[in-house]
């Protein structure tokens, strides 16, 4: 049967679909709803789902994934709900897709295509689209073979046999091959560019101020928390992958305290590698910031998968940055270079109001004793008005009740301290001012850095929160 979807695009919006899964073990999935993600993917991305179909088996197969027997089945039940499209939970090498989509005559999609699917329906900014148009070059070169298959069936099934039929189309896919390969270096040359001067922005800011990241897993409520705490407009919906750009807003945490929030893209379960390396500028944003506010929603029943998930997704962040910057430092000849440090991590337990009791925040707070219950979408929860004290104290570091003696040339660092601490007194004395102020030990690191005119005299370092590695 000739394929109905020849495989030139991987679009599924308005399509029937049929889900399908192979289960082994260890597989990281929902056991009570193990299709239920892929679902809202599938629907997110525009495709109607009307079937579903899983197998259970030690390893997969080599040729179709799961057996060909369970592909046949997947035929049948493709005819019988005359279904279009199968999306399947797990990523398809380009031989597995082919023999699938020749069983089951329908247009097969895995599950980095369809995240990139709905990437690309998402994607608004300049910056989005060329890392999702590269996420999706790095994905789609090594199956051009694949996708080039219906144009061999089809010269098979005129009766034209032999080395003289094939000569164009296989033309057809070097040239292809050629073409996606420059347009993949061109893409790359203009992402290195763009990750250059954010991560230049990103330095300077965290120089200016403390900066805090919001992460979690997709729908979790970030951009929800975001706007609570800040007048920052970020497009908030129930939805997945709903902020695909990373927003950064001041954010008043009172006592004269301003920080820098930003709001991130969501991550997901098996994220490709691709799209990660793609939105490498826009997360590392975040990842760079002084503390990561880990939002989860406490009541999805998958909850433990999704932190799982996020914590992974950052590890494997964070080794990416590492390496860099210590292959970064190599290249200048330090021969002792400062490694980068990781951010702290804080988990938020969202939607604790949906929660019958307060059990499952216990069960959680036994595990990671700094965990924060709170109800983004209400600005006025007790939850969020502690946050906004946890995160003022580390932006303090540590308050102090100090006299500064500061000439007054430098007015940039009497500008600062006047914006930065609370004045207690203030006295002129020649060309200095002497102020007496309670400051955080951070803002007194930071002006010491940037070489302010001044001195310090008296005053003991307030005790510092102490944070643990979630």
């Excluded at 070169?141 to 099934?157: F, K, Q």
């Excluded at 000569?167 to 290195?192: C, F, T, V, W, Y």
């Excluded at 939105?279 to 990561?292: G, K, M, S, V, Y």
């Excluded at 210590?326 to 969202?350: C, F, I, M, Y």
């Amino acid at each position: 049967m000739p394929i109905s979807n020849e495989r030139t695009s991987i679009k599924v919006q308005a399509e029937r679909a049929v889900l399908a899964a192979v289960r082994l073990p260890g597989s990281s999935y929902d056991p009570r709803d193990p299709l239920g993600e892929l679902g809202a993917l599938a629907e997110q991305a525009g495709a109607t789902v009307v079937g579903t179909m899983e197998q259970r088996m030690e390893r997969p197969v080599a040729g179709t994934y799961m057996g060909t027997g369970k592909v046949r089945e997947l035929k049948e039940l493709c005819d019988k709900l005359e279904a279009t499209l199968v999306i399947f939970d797990h990523d398809l090498s380009p031989r597995q897709l082919s023999n699938i989509e020749e069983i089951v005559g329908r247009k097969i999609v895995d599950r980095s295509e369809l995240i990139l699917d709905i990437f690309a329906s998402r994607a608004t900014t300049t910056e989005a689209k060329l890392q999702v148009e590269l996420a999706q070059l790095e994905y789609t070169y090594p199956r051009l073979r694949a996708m080039w298959d219906h144009l061999e069936r089809i010269v098979g099934s005129g009766g034209m046999t032999g080395i003289g039929t094939r000569g164009p189309g296989e033309q057809q896919l070097e040239i292809d091959r050629r073409l996606a390969q420059k347009k993949r270096l061109n893409l790359r040359r203009r992402l290195d560019e763009i990750e250059g001067r954010k991560r230049r922005s990103v330095a300077q800011r965290n120089v200016d101020h403390f900066t805090v990241g919001i992460v979690g897993y997709t729908n979790a409520g970030k951009s929800t928390l975001f706007n609570a705490l800040t007048a920052g407009g970020a497009y908030a919906d129930d939805r997945l992958f709903a902020t695909l750009v990373t927003r950064t807003r001041e954010w008043d945490v009172g006592g004269g305290s301003k920080v820098m929030l930003s709001d991130t893209v969501g991550f997901v379960r098996e994220l490709p590698h691709n799209l990660v390396a793609s939105f490498r500028a826009t997360l590392e944003e975040a990842t760079h910031a002084h503390l990561l506010l880990i939002v989860l929603d406490v009541s999805d029943p998958s909850a433990q998968m999704q932190f799982d998930t996020v914590n992974a997704t950052l590890d494997e962040l964070f080794g990416t940055i590492q390496e860099r910057e210590e292959r970064d430092a190599a290249k200048s000849g330090e021969a002792h270079p400062v490694t980068w440090q990781q951010p702290r991590r804080l988990l938020l337990l969202n939607k604790v109001d949906k929660l019958p009791d307060n059990a499952a925040i216990l069960q959680w707070q036994s595990k990671n004793p700094d965990a924060l219950g709170i109800v983004a979408r209400d600005e006025r929860d007790a939850g969020l008005a502690q946050l906004r004290e946890i995160v003022k104290d580390a932006a303090l570091g540590g308050e102090r009740e100090v006299e500064l003696v500061i000439d007054l040339k430098d007015s940039r660092t009497v500008d600062t301290v006047e914006k930065r601490a609370v004045v207690i007194s203030r006295a002129y004395e020649g060309g200095a001012v002497r102020l007496r102020v309670k400051i955080g030990q951070r803002t007194l690191d930071q002006l010491r850095s940037l070489g302010a005119r001044m001195s310090i005299e008296g005053g003991s370092a307030a005790a510092r929160p102490a944070w643990k590695r979630i």
